[in-house]
């Protein structure tokens, strides 16, 4: 001790006005003590007193550690020898407790198993009995021996890791209490004591494997060794749990490395995340199935948890790679994104977990979102362009292709180029086109349906354009809905005007079907077989197809109607607004009929040519869709004759004055009625309901001059004088006059009167 305290006065040094170390230490080593009031008097120090005090104890901290250290190394060979004493006398102690407690246990057991009658025995039975006795003790003791290590052998095993080892002892130590608690071989005392070290080291153990599999460098065989280690101990929910859990942070870890950013291509995130996930799933399942089997319990948790990574996979590919594209409106790169998590996922299928449904039903909000941006896109492009559209049909250029696809490859883009288009209508094509090829992937989302009828959308707003660029249908029309007040350039001409008929029927009839049979369900399920079958056969299968096309069909009707309503009206109305279609033309008829020159009425002149005009246009315009000009131009006619049916102004001067219907007004009449059926029925737009409203007509202005008193039929002549001034007419009105036959006047009407031609007008007023 003077060594140290030689060392301690050397190495610390102590100041001159305070008390030595030993005295201030003997302070606090006394038996009355005030900590309290050592405290109290110490808290009104200021803050120099306080600096100086902890001075003073940081000196005696450094000098109680050189203390110590000098002590160890002076006395460190009667340390360890002390030391070693020790843990031999512990081990004693141990083995001293041990044994009275195996005397304390077989003295309970003989207390309560003898009986008084089995005190009386013989000699010779004590004799025997004690040998027996003998033999039980020794029997007895190598027990005790075995129970009195077993505790120490498991820690050792424990300690050491050996994990194998570990679980053999404890089957071992399970198998002895198993087979002691049948026939009773050990008392209960020692029974507990037994059962109590296996549960301690289970537990123990448990916890060793439990922290092992929660360790990020604790994988593959090693992993799955400590899970099965854990299942066997009993704990299979919790080993199931942490499997999981050891993949999900091994998940986490890796995704550390991933650094999303807003410039970054979104499907090679999707890919390098959707790889991160899917492979700890599939990695995840495989060792449930390995370890656990195919237990419903553990095979639910599993579903469960890989749902949830899906779920939260989604999520980040939504915020990271869906949300931006998708407000853009860059379907093509959603659907990419949605494309490659889907096919990660599907794999996923063979371990018998159908994820691809979660991700649908998560994906579809955004891509539904772009979808909708797309569409609007091309509603506004193609508005814009149709602001500056010359409405010139010309032949598309590849050029002018503003898309990475090939143009040659894509069916729908060879038949594009067999017709003309005007500019506007080009664009909006090219767009839709790459919409649907956009559009196609995502089948398996079930948005086909969503894309037509968007599209149905975008084409009612471009035919609205298209109405609003024919003269005079801003006034009648107003705004339509989806066009709003977007300004579009005028067709002035009738070649214009037929330009947008046929943009829009070009579009409604062949270009857009043939696009939509993208997202129709016969790509996916036609076979081998059916294509050998034409592809208007497997379309027709589809009612929704048709439907749809029908819906097209019937908005370009609305431009058809438009474009013949206000060319009728032209016809009929002057820019003044007087009426060119009047009674006053047919009932101021006076003078002879010898001197009148006869000729249709200049308003279906006028109509002939008008409708001779189109039809020359028509046929550059329409070449292999002649059908579509037919139809147009039986609108035409159908519209002014109609007009004249239901003028009930015209009819009621007709019928009721200011004056009657003389026979050279019913003559005129009815030739005007003729001329229409003639040139109607040479250029093939006769139809059914224009014979039979002109047929209509007829009898109505028979039946008004049959009021006068008059018989019609004692006027008309016969209906081969009236076809010949038609043909006659329309040969002149076409620029190819033809000599007169000289075998009948036609300037006379009453030149004769067959029963042939008044038994065909009867039958014409009668039908």
Not at 67 to 91: P, Q, W
Not at 169 to 179: C, F, I, N, T
Not at 616 to 624: E, H, P, Q, T, W
């Amino acid at each position: 001790m003077a060594t140290g305290k030689t060392a301690r006065s050397r190495s610390t040094p102590v100041k001159e006005k305070g008390p030595k170390l030993e005295e201030s230490l003997t302070r606090f080593k006394a038996d009355k003590f005030d900590a309290e009031g050592y405290v109290q008097s110490k808290c009104s120090l200021n803050e120099k007193e306080i600096k100086q005090l902890c001075s003073y104890l940081m000196d005696l901290k450094k000098a109680s550690a050189e203390e110590m250290r000098r002590s160890v190394y002076a006395n460190y060979s009667a340390f360890i020898r002390t030391s070693k004493e020790i843990s031999d006398l512990e081990g004693e102690l141990s083995s001293i407790r041990n044994l009275l407690s195996t005397q304390a246990a077989l003295i309970h057991g003989l207390a309560e198993g003898v009986h008084v009658d089995s005190l009386s025995f013989s000699a010779s039975d004590g004799v025997a009995a004690s040998a027996i006795s003998n033999d039980e003790d020794r029997e007895m003791s190598d027990m005790d021996k075995w129970l009195v290590e077993f505790p120490d052998l498991l820690d050792v095993l424990l300690a050491e890791r050996r994990v194998d080892e570990a679980l053999a002892a404890l089957d071992e130590g399970e198998r002895v209490v198993s087979e002691s608690t049948k026939p009773k071989t050990l008392n209960p005392s020692l029974l507990a004591s037994l059962q109590t070290s296996i549960t301690e080291r289970k537990q123990k153990l448990a916890d060793q494997l439990a922290e092992a599999a929660c360790q990020p460098s604790t994988r593959g065989a090693e992993l799955r060794s400590s899970i099965s280690a854990l299942k066997r101990l009993g704990d299979g929910p919790r080993a199931h749990t942490l499997l999981l859990n050891a993949h999900l942070h091994r998940y986490h870890y890796n995704m550390q490395s991933l650094r999303p950013s807003s410039t970054s291509y979104g499907g090679a995130y999707t890919a390098v995340l959707a790889q991160l996930v899917f492979s700890a799933v599939v990695q995840a399942a495989s060792d449930s199935l390995a370890i656990f089997g195919k237990e419903p319990s553990y095979t639910s948790e599993l579903v469960m948890w890989a749902t949830k990574q899906t779920e939260e996979f989604a999520l980040l590919v939504k915020r990271h790679a869906l949300a931006s594209t998708a407000a853009a409106g860059g379907l093509r790169a959603a659907a990419e994104c949605v494309q490659i998590a889907l096919g990660h996922c599907s794999l996923l299928e063979t371990r018998g977990l159908a994820l691809c449904p979660v991700l649908l039903k998560l994906f579809r909000p955004s891509v539904e979102q772009a979808l909708e941006a797309n569409l609007k896109r091309i509603q506004e492009s193609t508005a814009a362009l149709a602001a500056a559209d010359d409405w010139v049909l010309t032949y598309p250029s590849t050029t002018n292709r503003q898309t990475s696809r090939p143009a040659s490859l894509s069916i729908s883009n060879t038949t594009m180029f067999q017709h003309k288009l005007t500019s506007s209508a080009l664009r909006f094509n090219l767009m839709v086109q790459d919409f649907f090829e956009d559009v196609g992937p995502l089948l398996s989302m079930q948005l086909g349906g969503q894309a037509l009828e968007g599209l149905v959308q975008v084409f009612n707003s471009y035919v609205n354009l298209l109405i609003k660029a024919l003269p005079g249908s801003m006034e009648e029309e107003g705004n339509f809905e989806g066009s709003g007040n977007k300004i579009v350039r005028m067709a002035e001409t009738e070649t214009q005007q037929i330009a947008l008929l046929a943009n829009a029927s070009l579009l409604a009839d062949e270009l857009l079907p043939r696009a939509a049979m993208k997202v129709s369900p016969m790509t996916q399920t036609v076979h081998k077989d059916d294509n050998r079958r034409r592809p208007l056969d497997r379309q027709n299968r589809y009612p929704e197809q048709r439907e749809w096309k029908r819906r097209l069909v019937a908005t370009v009707d609305r431009l058809k109607d438009t474009f013949c309503r206000q060319h009728a009206l032209d016809l009929i109305f002057t820019e003044e607004g007087d009426n060119h279609l009047t009674a006053d033309m047919y009932i101021n008829m006076d003078g002879n009929a010898d001197e009148i020159g006869w000729f249709p009425s200049l308003i279906f002149q006028e109509l002939f040519m008008k409708l001779s005009r189109m039809a020359s246009i028509a046929a550059d315009m329409f070449v292999g869709r002649e059908r579509f000009a037919t139809s147009l131009l039986m609108r035409l006619t159908e519209t002014v004759v109609l007009w004249l049916s239901e003028d009930q102004s015209f009819w009621d001067d007709i019928e009721e004055g200011p004056r009657p219907l003389s026979p050279l007004g019913l003559q005129q009449f009815y030739l005007d009625m003729k001329f229409v059926i003639c040139f109607a029925s040479q250029g093939r737009y006769l139809s059914r309901n224009l014979h039979r409203v002109v047929n209509e007509i007829i009898s109505k202005a028979i039946a008004a001059f049959a009021a006068t008193g008059m018989d019609p039929y004692s006027v008309l002549p016969e209906d081969e004088w009236f076809n010949e001034i038609c043909q006659d007419s329309m040969e002149r009105l076409s620029g190819k006059p033809k000599e007169i036959n000289g075998e009948r006047d036609l300037s006379s009407p009453t030149a004769s009167v067959s029963a042939q031609s008044i038994s065909s007008v009867r039958s014409h007023s009668s039908s």
